[in-house]
Structures are given as structure tokens and as C-alpha cells.
């Protein structure tokens, strides 16, 4: 049997503790003035695509210029969209009817080429407002939004935030399992909730809020049905959909919605990316 010398074994230990104090940090790499980054955001290779309700807009990477454009019609049945994930050519953004009651949410699918609605998936009035959808190791996971905010009716809770859950489907839609969300983070949403959601490289799930400037990283509980919080990480946007870019490791976006006052001076919304680094 091989001995390990006592020297190897404290490196070791130094090393994994080192590895253990480590804090992950965003480092901002771009920005861009962006009209329709009232929502969300996603990303492919050489674009992103900034969401508003009724509109996804596809933009240059390099460049920051618009490409192309998708927009629902007057009237149309898709009226609020929240973020949007780009995977083999298609964007699947998530969709509710927020602020309407009862809530239904749907996976609206684009042609990310094209920028064509291709396709729809609904779930009803099963869990609340959809927020966020991805797609990590053969699932699909999404993010269904309750909120404090008085929407209901009767201007009621409209469904109360404590009921925000994630939930796990498999490849065609069916239910898996389902999380709920730390009181901590429920705190941090006031009245509203969680608005993004993306499964990071370092195998990590992270969240946003409505509001705050902070990304969440999450891991699944051991047991139990609450997701556990890993690291509060500061990030300059002002909550809303985030979109880890696949097609550059270790590369996020999100974006800055501006206040009316800031419109009211002339500014426009923001898409923002980052590189996700550590630091001891």
C-alpha cells in the first residue's frame, strides 16, 4: 500500500482549503446601449438577443448593431416574455400572461435564424408565471415566478412569492421534481421574485431577482425541496433574465433596465456581459 507522506498530505489540505475560501467575481467585459433589454437576455456564438415583452431583438456581438427583429402583433397571443435560451439554432423563451389572472405561462420557440415563431408549449395554469427556461444534462429546468406584489384579484398577492418554485422536466415537458426558494432570497425579491435563471459551467445553478444588482449561485439540497444558496456574487445589471453563454465558457449576460428618469434624460436600456473569475 502506498504511503503518502505527511509533507503531500498537508499541501493538500492547504490547497483544498485555498480552493475552498475562494470567491467567485464578475469581471465586466462589454455594454451595450440596447433598446429592447427590458426583459432578458440570451446568446449564441456570434449574437445576443435582447427580450422585451412582445419582442426579441438579435444583435451583433462584436459590433452591438441590430440584425433582426421579431415582433408580435397588435393584439397578439404572446404579450410578456422574460428571458430567453438559445440551444441547436432555436431561442426558447419563457412566457406568461403576467399581469393577468389566473396566471399560464408557455415556452414560446423562434428560429434563432430567421427569427421566426416556430413553436409553442403551454403548461396552463399549473405554477405560476414562467421566468426563465434552460437545458442542462437532459432537462429541462424553469424557473415559475409568485409574487407578493398586490395583482390578484381584489388586488391580492398575485400568488404569493413563497409558492416560486424551480421545477426539472424531462425531455418532453413531464414534471420530474420541483424546488422551492430560501427565505433569504424571497427576502431579498420585496414584493416580487425570481426573474432568471441559468445553469452555469461550474455546474451551478444561478439566479436573479427582479430588482436586485447580485447573482445567485445555487446548488440542489442534499434532501428536502429548498434549493441551497452557494455565493451572493455582485453584478451590474438590475435584476431580470440572464444567459450564461455557452459558446465561451465562463461568459454571462444580463442587463440593465433603466429607470424612467434615466429614459426621460435620453438613456436606453442595457445588455451587460461578464467573465466569471474567482478571487482568494
Known amino acids: 500500500m502506498m504511503r503518502i507522506g505527511a509533507g503531500v ?3 493538500s489540505t492547504f490547497l483544498l482549503a485555498g480552493m475552498a475560501s475562494a470567491k467567485p467575481v464578475l469581471e465586466q467585459i462589454g455594454e451595450f446601449a440596447v433598446k429592447e433589454a427590458n426583459q432578458g437576455v440570451g446568446a449564441d456564438d456570434k449574437h445576443f438577443y435582447a427580450v422585451d415583452n412582445t419582442v426579441i431583438a ?8 441590430l440584425v433582426k427583429k421579431w415582433q408580435e402583433a397588435k393584439g397578439g397571443p404572446i404579450s410578456h416574455l422574460d428571458s430567453a435560451m438559445l440551444m441547436d439554432g ?5 412566457h406568461s400572461n403576467y399581469p393577468e389572472w389566473p396566471m399560464t405561462s408557455s415556452v414560446e420557440i423562434f428560429d434563432a435564424a430567421s427569427m421566426e415563431h416556430i413553436g409553442s408549449h403551454s403548461f396552463g395554469i399549473n405554477w405560476g408565471s414562467l421566468t426563465w427556461v434552460d437545458f442542462h444534462q437532459g432537462h429541462w429546468w424553469m424557473g415559475f415566478a409568485n409574487y407578493d406584489r398586490l395583482l390578484g384579484p381584489n388586488k391580492t398577492p398575485y400568488g404569493v412569492k413563497a409558492n416560486t418554485q424551480v421545477i426539472k422536466f424531462d425531455s418532453t415537458f413531464r414534471m420530474v421534481q420541483s424546488w422551492t426558494l430560501p427565505k433569504v432570497l424571497l427576502d431579498k425579491f420585496e414584493d416580487m ?3 432568471g435563471g441559468s445553469w452555469g459551467p461550474d455546474g451551478f445553478l444561478y439566479l436573479t431577482g427582479h430588482d436586485p444588482a447580485e447573482l445567485y449561485r445555487m446548488r440542489l439540497p442534499k434532501a428536502g425541496s429548498v434549493l441551497e444558496v452557494v455565493d451572493v456574487i455582485p453584478m451590474n445589471i438590475r435584476g431580470q433574465g440572464i444567459a450564461w453563454d455557452r459558446s465561451d465558457k465562463g461568459v454571462i449576460y444580463g442587463i440593465i433596465r433603466a429607470t424612467k428618469k434615466e429614459k426621460d434624460a435620453g438613456a436606453e436600456h442595457k445588455v451587460t456581459a461578464f467573465r466569471l473569475g474567482e478571487k482568494p
Not at 90 to 94: G, T
Open 9 to 11: 498530505v498537508l499541501l
Open 58 to 65: 438579435k444583435y451583433d456581438k462584436k459590433s452591438g448593431k
Open 193 to 195: 421574485s425570481n426573474s
Open 90 to 94: 432555436k431561442i426558447y423563451a419563457a
